[in-house]
């Protein structure tokens, strides 16, 4: 709490962030890029919680950890297709 209610920046700005940044993870599951997009906003919103600009500190470390568990997850599936002939090259 700021003394003589100042305006300023509070805890919550950040908060949103780290919401973003957990739905982000979640949905990695099913895009690959936005695993990694959670994963990098996770780790920001860890280091704002731990500077006190957010409070919601536990939703951005489950964020980094999902977002790294599917983009491992994504470049697996990615390498396995690969190696199974799935996917298909580009050039003609």
Sequence with gaps: MRPYG???????EKNT?????????????CCFPTA???????????????????????????AFLIGIIFAVLGILGFFSQMSAGEVSSVSG
């Design 36 to 62: 990694i997009a959670g994963a990098i906003m996770g780790y920001q919103g860890k280091q704002a919680a731990e500077q006190g600009r957010a409070t919601n500190g536990g939703v951005a470390q489950a």
């Design 17 to 29: 962030f780290n919401n973003w940044a957990l739905g982000l993870a979640i949905f990695g599951i």
């Design 6 to 12: 100042g305006f300023g920046r509070n805890a919550t």
